[in-house]
């Protein structure tokens, strides 16, 4: 299971405040952790905070900015769930599959989701408008089932819903709404 | 900051929110803020303002007050009656809440149950879910607000650190240690132990890392506590590194829980620009500072060698113990591992006094424990109570049951190292030794209910499948023997299974047990183990007859 986690982009460690000239991002990121020791993970966070994913010509620039073998940088991207190696699409569906989701039927939601998007977990849309995969625990346990998309999170959503779950992404508007419509037609 | 602007600051804050007839505070924690935590905050100061109002009442937000499944939730602390909670409410109710209920109590009425529109918000706080529960770590989530350092100092904030600095570093371990306090991270060792062992080697660099890696899948426990009072986990890792003489803080958090790195890093900022945290903590001369680092997603980096292998930059594998982190840890210095929890239980110790802690709870396990309660059951929410109350009491009294016609089955505390306890069990008191008899743990805090529809063979597989998953598979017994019980699961499930792959899941789990190297491996086998142990018949409903299977 891609157990990739979509929330990256809200993770506020990244933005090295204020670059004095528009300078290349990786360098400048580059810069701003090599004197710490250990920071490696920190400075792919930033990365991919960056660019959405860890690019193979991004990381071996980084590696030689940190002086970090390239080896040593897939060595951990591969090992964390966290990091992707591959572009994900615009909207970054994560349904959720902790223990409290799970039993309140994530894995129907899922399902539903990838007979709607044709897709199947962990995938995708061939226009790189959806990417759908599966979550450890978000620690929303309370809303379940959920899904977060691009790190918004969809709460008590009815496993059958996939369908108004796409509808409200593309409106960008909370899933409550959805719980109103389908309960006035 | 010199040690008396404490209480000047505090004095002040409590004026300024005693100026207000009314005060609300409305839940801003990553759940309420998905259903619009923040609008309604938004709203409802919009709808004072315009009312004129808001010289009047304060509206602010607030950590998690539990019952997520109801959110968002709003508590109104009013002069001259009792607090009340609003649930369930949206955006639009908002102005409701105003019209029907904060705009007569700020003219001179008594509201303490609201009828009309607001009537099926209401949540009265002497139920069993609110009343049964005792709020010790979670104390000021519902009061004040978690992004403002002088509502945490109002509420006693810091003045445990301010005890501990005029304590030497053996005398901060001797009071924990006398209040009985054991690491709620889930394995249950005396944290005063702990400090002491670290505190008796000799360094020039100590670290003390908090371990906000939650990674039980079902458990929110960690991450509500560094949403709603990150002031008290950062006072408490401050009384640590002086219990310890430790000279370096790390906070180690879940890059999954982006708004509890947020306010750590807020209240970290605040801290040091009130000279709490810095170079001259409190004007006591000695100084102490923190970074904050990210995890990637790895259930193993839970694991106190792990972590520390993640916070040096590398794979998060764990390696053999010993050395102790106490004794080799990061970067081979002397490192303390503790987990949020007990962190925040640090800073009320010592605010209060071991004697006070130590009055709560059994006879080993002292304290409070904050659950995560999740599943089948109808308040769906975080709760925090004395140890030794009973499973019944959390599940029926406080959780109230199923909410559906349905019965409960069983409960798994402990995440996927812990194990099912049935039913009929459920008198049992929760403590670290009564879990661990009933081939349980109390593990981090997740509870999670099952009903009668639900398959223990499933659930089991859930776990098993999780930790197969997120072995890191440095050793063989973990990464081999997952695996395999995985696979003899599987063919149980689909009906294939024979008699001996259940004698085989126990050889294998037993193997696992022993000789994994780290506690998720050790850990791992304990739910499938639990359920073959309460729930033998519905494994070997499914099992061939041996005579076919033979053939």
Known sequence: MSTAIDVTTTVKVAAPKAAPAPKDEILVIAQKWKKKRGSLIMALHDLQGRLGFVPRESAMKLGRAMDVPLARIYEVVTFYNYFKLEAPGKYIISVCTGTACHIKGSGELLKGLEKELQVSEGQSTPDREYHLQGVRCLGCCGLAPLAAVNGKVYGKLNTSESHYLIERIQEDKPMVVAHEEAAAE | ?551
Not at chain 2, 295 to 311: D, K, Q, Y
Not at chain 2, 488 to 498: A, P, Y
């Open chain 2, 1 to 551: 900051m010199k040690p008396e602007e404490l209480e000047i600051k505090a004095a002040a804050e409590k004026a300024k929110q005693q100026a207000f007839d009314v005060r609300l505070t409305c839940c801003s924690s990553t759940g309420c803020q998905s259903s619009g935590a923040a609008q309604i905050i938004t709203n409802l100061k919009a709808e004072l303002k315009a009312k004129q109002l808001d010289t009047k009442v304060q509206v602010t937000g607030t950590g998690c007050m539990g019952l997520c499944s109801k959110g968002p939730l709003i508590r109104m602390t009013a002069k001259n009656q009792k607090d009340v909670l609003f649930s369930d409410i949206k955006p639009e109710t908002a102005v409701t809440v105003v019209d029907e209920v904060v705009a007569p109590i700020v003219g001179g009425a008594t509201i303490e149950r609201p009828t009309g529109a607001l009537e099926t918000h209401f949540l009265d706080l002497d139920e069993p879910f609110f009343a049964m529960q005792d709020r010790v770590v979670l104390e000021n989530n519902g009061r004040s607000d978690p992004e403002k350092l002088e509502e945490y100092l109002a509420h006693g904030g810091y003045q445990g650190l301010r005890r501990a600095l005029t304590m030497s570093a053996e005398e901060i371990c001797k009071e924990l240690l006398d209040s009985g306090l054991r690491g709620r991270g889930g394995a249950g060792f005396p944290t005063g132990l702990k400090w002491d062992l670290t505190r008796k080697v000799q360094s020039d660099v100590k670290y003390v890392i908090c371990n906000g890696d939650e990674g039980d899948p079902g458990a929110f426990m960690d991450r509500s506590v560094l949403e709603g009072d990150p002031h008290a986990v950062i006072e408490g890792m401050l009384i640590a590194a002086r219990a310890m003489n430790a000279t370096n803080g790390i906070f180690y958090i879940r890059a999954e829980y982006p708004l509890a790195v947020e306010r750590i890093e807020k209240a970290l900022r605040q801290a040091r620009t009130a000279g709490l945290v810095g170079k001259n903590v409190l004007d006591s001369g000695w100084g102490f500072d923190f970074e904050v680092r990210l995890g990637a997603g790895a259930f193993v980096c839970g694991e106190e060698t792990a972590l520390i292998a993640s916070v040096e930059g590398k794979r998060g594998t764990p390696r053999p113990r010993p050395p102790f982190p106490a004794v080799k840890g990061l970067w081979n210095q002397p490192t303390c591992v503790n987990n949020v929890e007990t962190l925040a239980n640090v800073s009320r110790i010592l605010l209060r006094g071991a004697a006070w802690f130590a009055s709560k709870g059994t006879e080993k396990s002292k304290g409070t424990k904050v659950f995560a309660l999740t599943g089948k059951i109808k308040n769906n929410g975080l709760v925090e109570v004395p140890m030794g109350i009973t499973l019944r009491q959390i599940v029926e009294t406080i959780g109230g049951g199923t909410g559906t016609e349905r019965k409960i089955k069983a409960i798994q505390t402990g995440g996927p190292s812990g194990g099912m306890i049935p039913e009929h069990q459920f008198d049992t008191p929760v403590s670290y030794e009564h879990l661990q008899q009933l081939g349980s743990m109390m593990g981090s805090g997740g509870l999670i209910v099952i009903d009668d529809k639900d398959s223990v063979i499933e659930l089991a597989r859930f776990y098993l499948d999780f930790c197969v998953d997120e072995s890191c598979g440095k050793c063989a017994p973990c990464r081999i023997g997952g695996t395999q019980i995985l696979k003899m699961l599987d063919r149980i499930e689909d009906g294939t299974g024979t008699l001996e792959d259940v004698r085989k899941i126990r050889k294998v789990a037993k193997a696992m047990q022993k000789a994994s190297l780290c506690a998720l491996g050790q850990t791992a086998p304990n739910p499938i183990l639990s359920a073959l142990k309460h729930f033998e018949s519905e494994f070997t409903e499914r099992l061939q007859p041996v005579a076919t299977a033979k053939a």
